[in-house]
């Protein structure tokens, strides 16, 4: 499993009973985790004096209860800096378990000793995009989001990469991808981060695992000649990383290169354990 284990400013304290609990700089939070199915004792004080506790609905979403929380607050990995805000769905802004894929791409980065045009899909508020950024690629970030391309925005300013190489754009993924065919423009590496099911900013339905196949081949033409990687995440039950492994082997087998898919986690401080987050699949020339 792939670790990301280099954080100062958050840790996963403790989990169970379908919650985890959680320190986000000097803030506790309680939020729900569907795989965390076991009961164990909820021993760890946090449980009782947490911040702000995320409360699932039984008739789907839910809602936060509020103690002593700001509305906006940061946190910090490495050079970069994040702002963070409970909002809908459970979420803070954030995924910290990616940023062992952060670290991944950005040492590709930097070991390319060349410019690399980068295109981050699904991009969020944009950890993918200033790690990348900050390693010295150009980056293109793209998200159907208005609100979430503002925030990613926000938190270049806040990294200090305000006037970093990077290109912000509010579209549909796949649209916008089979745009950049027809205009005849390539790229270096590629991110993708796609939700189980979405919306683009016109209706349009997304599902992953009816759709990653076909959008893994539109985004191999977008590859230039001598590509450096290419990333996916899923957070799709069911996609097992051999599948990502296999979806990526299958699209790139061309360039040939190394491809890798494995478990994302984050270690638990309290038991040393792991909390499983998901999968990744890399593909890199090597």
Same mark, same amino acid.
């Given at each position: 499993?792939?670790?990301?284990?280099?954080?100062?400013?958050?840790?996963?304290?403790? +989990?169970?009973?379908?919650?985890?609990?959680?320190?986000?700089?000097?803030?506790?939070?309680?939020?729900?985790?569907?795989?965390?199915?076991?009961?164990?004792?909820?021993?760890?004080?946090?449980?009782?004096?947490?911040?702000?506790?995320?409360?699932?609905?039984?008739?789907?979403?839910?809602?936060?209860?509020?103690?002593?929380?700001? !509305?906006?607050?940061?946190?910090?990995?490495?050079?970069?800096?994040?702002?963070?805000?409970?909002?809908?769905?459970?979420?803070?802004?954030?995924?910290?378990?990616?940023?062992?894929?952060?670290?991944? #791409?950005?040492?590709?980065? !930097?070991?390319?000793?060349?410019?690399?045009?980068?295109?981050?899909?699904?991009?969020?508020?944009?950890?993918?995009?200033?790690?990348?950024?900050?390693?010295?690629?150009?980056?293109?970030?793209?998200?159907?989001?208005?609100?979430?391309?503002?925030?990613?925005?926000?938190?270049?300013?806040?990294?200090?990469?305000?006037?970093?190489?990077?290109?912000?754009?509010?579209?549909? +993924?796949?649209?916008?991808?089979?745009?950049?065919?027809?205009?005849?423009?390539?790229?270096?590496?590629?991110?993708?981060?796609?939700?189980?099911?979405?919306?683009?900013?016109?209706?349009? @339905?997304?599902?992953?695992?009816?759709?990653?196949?076909?959008?893994? !081949?539109? #985004?191999?033409?977008?590859?230039?000649?001598?590509?450096?990687?290419?990333? @996916?995440?899923?957070?799709?039950?069911?996609?097992?990383?051999?599948?990502?492994?296999?979806?990526?082997?299958?699209?790139?087998?061309?360039?040939?290169?190394?491809?890798?898919?494995?478990?994302?986690?984050?270690?638990?401080?309290?038991?040393?354990?792991?909390?499983?987050?998901?999968?990744?699949?890399?593909?890199?020339?090597?």
């Amino acid at each position: 499993m792939w670790l990301a284990d280099q954080w100062s400013d958050y840790e996963v304290i403790d +989990c169970s009973k379908g919650e985890k609990l959680e320190r986000w700089g000097n803030y506790i939070l309680v939020r729900p985790d569907p795989q965390v199915i076991w009961d164990t004792p909820k021993t760890e004080k946090g449980w009782r004096k947490r911040n702000a506790h995320y409360h699932r609905s039984s008739k789907g979403g839910g809602e936060w209860e509020f103690f002593d929380l700001p !509305k906006q607050w940061s946190v910090r990995y490495r050079n970069l800096t994040f702002q963070l805000k409970p909002f809908h769905f459970k979420h803070t802004g954030l995924f910290p378990e990616q940023t062992v894929n952060w670290d991944w #791409c950005a040492e590709k980065i !930097k070991k390319a000793r060349r410019p690399v045009k980068l295109l981050n899909l699904f991009a969020y508020t944009g950890g993918a995009t200033l790690s990348a950024a900050s390693a010295g690629a150009s980056v293109t970030h793209v998200d159907a989001s208005k609100g979430m391309v503002t925030w990613a925005k926000e938190n270049a300013i806040a990294s200090g990469l305000g006037e970093a190489k990077i290109r912000w754009l509010v579209d549909d +993924c796949v649209k916008f991808a089979e745009r950049e065919i027809r205009r005849g423009n390539r790229y270096d590496a590629i991110i993708m981060d796609p939700p189980s099911y979405g919306r683009g900013p016109k209706g349009e @339905i997304w599902k992953m695992e009816e759709s990653i196949h076909s959008f893994l !081949k539109l #985004c191999g033409q977008l590859l230039s000649d001598h590509p450096l990687f290419v990333l @996916i995440n899923s957070y799709t039950t069911g996609l097992q990383p051999a599948v990502l492994a296999y979806l990526l082997g299958t699209e790139l087998k061309k360039y040939g290169g190394r491809i890798t898919a494995d478990e994302v986690g984050l270690p638990v401080s309290s038991t040393g354990l792991i909390l499983p987050c998901g999968a990744s699949g890399r593909f890199e020339l090597e």
